[in-house]
DNA sequence: TTGAAAGCGCTAACAT
DNA sequence: ATGTTAGCGCTTTCAA
């Protein structure tokens, strides 16, 4: 049926765990000479020979595999290009090979849901891409597991990977400030994820910092209210020269709102926000002002902690900050 | 070390093969009484015993697992959300899980790259999330594979899914010529995928049957140049009442320009377009008329596909075409 | 109904 | 350096 070592020993005349070591498998101190290798590698070649990778971990007892659950609802996972790649490049330089599970879409099955990677014995560790509202069931059957788990986006001391989303509100501000600004807005969406508090508690640290008062704008109407209350907010007099948004389905909104109130960006209004992929949206023509979240790189810290994890299992490592990078866009500019 | 069938047979006094019929995983004839299964399964809740993937594809020799590979490059996969929850969704239902792997973001890697699941024996069967400029290396990695495929979201006669394109074009602008519109455009930007060119087709189609002269308009600088083009081309006498827009990329900036130019969307010109996620971006406020892209349906078909092919080898099946759905949200109305 | 034994393909610890 | 052997945890076949 499939090609195994046994039938490339047969067809090349040596033994089994000259094969093995011939292909690189075996971890022994076994040595074989040049033209043995050679002679292998060519019978393994033509006769379509792969490895089965069960057998392997029957034998070896590692799995060579992690698995990473992420949620339906968008808000509580993400599932962004470079974020993939950032893991799956990193796994890959550890021969690590992706199992991923996704909560069911319909909440009826949800309440029931254990992945099975969790319900069958098959991977060396995990990943939890999951912000919040894990449901109880899921939750139980994560806190039996002895595998190693690294938490994403969350707030947590330990074992967990983030944007340092502080660093990067408190640095924007301050961009803003340096470049003049005074009257500076903090707008967001109401949600219970920490980097909206983070995120505020920056941009009020850097106002406070430059004797400046601080002052924020809430909005539960999602981004089709942000338009309507943007125009009539941007019309007062006493309206900010400068608007720090939350992410960009609250910058967008804002920006078409001042655009269509007339008001030139950067010129009469500076807007600098979080989380816009540049390249991807230019909605209005126009590149906003942003601290870009280092996907790629949360990705890629998220991989590498969980190896440490699975290499020394018993041990508990600090959460890891990662820095965002600054893409200054086309609306920064100082005030009029 | 880890907890076996042979620790719960020991346990609970019985067979080996006992615990495994009571624990519902051997497709003997066994049968166990209740008193016994209830004891069985009492005991291995006690002692944490989780089956060992691994143990089981050596026995069996199903691997129960499926692939799937896409591109970092968002232009040539898609990894939206509800598609896969489409795709997890639907394997759940067999009890297969996913293998995910991506080819490296860095073009030096990717040009070598073959994932693992490629030069090892470990999937029943695999889905190709990838439209175009595969590898060469990987290519061939992929013709040597005798496990069964299913291609995505590309345009081949058999084994794949793909949404009906032409379908949805054609009905989409018979809808707004029942509206009353006559001078309907088509804007694209330039792509080989084949989507551009059905919806295309599907429009002329439409326009043709109705004694409508159509027209069109390709832009080769992304979003960014919309914004300009289309407020020159929507400030000309000649202008058209209604654009079907190939993709939400397209169709965002014109109707940003259009409102710019102080048009009224639907009364001065209506908007249609596909693939927006309506209720992802509501940039202007204005939620804009679309046949939605069944995504969680093409996920869902995929693996549906793919499980048929599992199931006979030997088989090749025809395309499926997804149909879409239509939203008919805020930016349709009869010409003035 | 229950028990014993073989075997899946590989690795690693032994022998020689 | 090379060959032999046991064993990973499970399913299945064959005997009792």
Redesign the interface.
């Known amino acids: 049926m499939?090609v195994t070592m046994k039938d490339i020993a047969r067809r090349a005349g040596v033994s089994r765990q000259a094969v093995s070591a011939a292909l690189g498998n075996s971890q022994s101190s076994i040595r074989v000479s040049d033209e043995t290798r050679w002679r292998v590698a060519q019978v393994a070649q033509d006769l379509?020979y792969?490895?089965?990778?069960?057998?392997?971990?029957?034998a070896t007892g590692k799995?060579?595999c992690v698995a990473m659950l992420?949620s339906?609802l968008?808000r509580l996972?993400t599932?962004?290009?470079?974020f993939?790649?950032g893991i799956?490049?990193t796994l890959?330089t550890f021969?690590l090979?992706?199992?991923?599970?996704?909560i069911?879409?319909?909440e009826a099955?949800r309440a029931q849901?254990v992945?099975?990677?969790l319900?069958?014995?098959?991977i060396d560790g995990f990943l939890v891409n999951y912000v919040a509202e894990i449901p109880p069931t899921l939750k139980a059957a994560f806190d039996?597991r002895v595998q190693p788990c690294v938490w994403m986006n969350v707030d947590m001391p330990c074992d967990a990977v983030r944007p340092d989303d502080y660093t990067a509100a408190r640095d924007l501000t301050g961009k803003l400030i340096e470049l003049g600004h005074s009257r500076i807005s903090f707008v967001a969406h109401h949600s219970d994820h920490y980097s909206v508090a983070m995120r505020r508690q920056g941009y009020s640290d850097a106002m406070l910092a430059a004797g400046l008062e601080p002052g924020s704008i809430y909005n539960v109407l999602?981004?089709?209210g942000?338009?309507?209350l943007g125009r009539e907010w941007l019309r007062s007099d006493d309206r900010p020269t400068a608007v720090v948004a939350y992410d960009s389905?609250t910058a967008?909104?804002i920006?078409?709102a001042a655009?269509?109130e007339g008001l030139r960006v950067p010129g009469d209004l500076s807007l600098a926000t979080f989380d816009v992929d540049t390249a991807?949206?230019?909605?209005?023509?126009v590149k906003i002002a942003a601290m870009v979240v280092p996907w790629?790189s949360m990705g890629k810290s998220a991989v590498e902690l969980l190896v440490e994890k699975i290499e020394q299992p018993d041990l508990s490592f600090p959460c890891r900050h990662i820095s965002f990078t600054f893409d200054a866009g086309e609306t920064l500019g100082p005030p009029r």
Chains 1, 2 share one sequence.
């Open positions: 499939t379509g792969l490895p089965n990778s069960a057998a392997r971990v029957m799995f060579g992420s339906p968008g996972s599932v962004t290009t470079p993939l790649c799956h490049d890959n021969d090979h992706l199992l991923q599970a996704m069911p879409a319909d099955h849901f992945p099975k990677f319900r069958e014995y098959m039996s999602g981004s089709r942000w338009v309507a389905f967008k909104p920006l078409f655009l269509m991807e949206d230019m909605t209005a023509g790629y």
